[in-house]
């Protein structure tokens, strides 16, 4: 069974940088396409980016593009999440999510009911 486990939030200044990781455990990453959310406080969970199994194709929320990259490396079993210029707006709880994904990937897959197994998440604070 699918097991994930992030790292990297911290507090941060406005403008700066984080790179999050998504540790995956009990199953072959290249199986699943994976994807980061966030959650603010008092708001609902957001797609934040996604990244097919391969790794040639990915997606990102309108609010992250140009700022976050998300990559993987399933030698690894690994999947990752650049953030650059981070804005106060982007704190929140970010969570590692997978979709099992065994044949043809198909649409953006942006709604959290589409992802089979969760993080714990990791706390990203952006700080004035």
């Known amino acids: 069974q699918m097991r994930l486990v992030e790292s990297g939030g911290q507090l941060v200044q406005a403008g700066g940088s984080l790179r999050l990781s998504c540790r995956a455990n009990?199953?072959?990453?290249?199986?699943?396409?994976m994807g980061w959310f966030r959650q603010a406080p008092g708001k609902e969970r957001e797609f934040v980016a996604r990244?097919?199994?391969?790794?040639?194709?990915?997606y990102y929320a309108d609010s992250v593009k140009g700022r976050f990259t998300i990559s993987r490396d399933n030698a690894k079993n690994s999947v990752f999440l650049q953030m650059n210029k981070l804005k106060l707006e982007d704190t929140a709880v970010y969570y590692c999510?997978?979709?099992?994904?065994?044949?043809?990937?198909?649409?953006?897959?942006?709604?959290?009911?589409?992802?089979?197994?969760w993080g714990q998440g990791t706390q990203v604070t952006v700080s004035s």
């Open positions: 999510a997978s979709r099992f994904a065994p044949g043809i990937e198909t649409g953006l897959r942006s709604n959290p009911t589409d992802y089979d197994t």
């Open positions: 009990g199953d072959t990453l290249s199986r699943y396409s």
């Open positions: 990244i097919r199994k391969y790794g040639v194709n990915t």
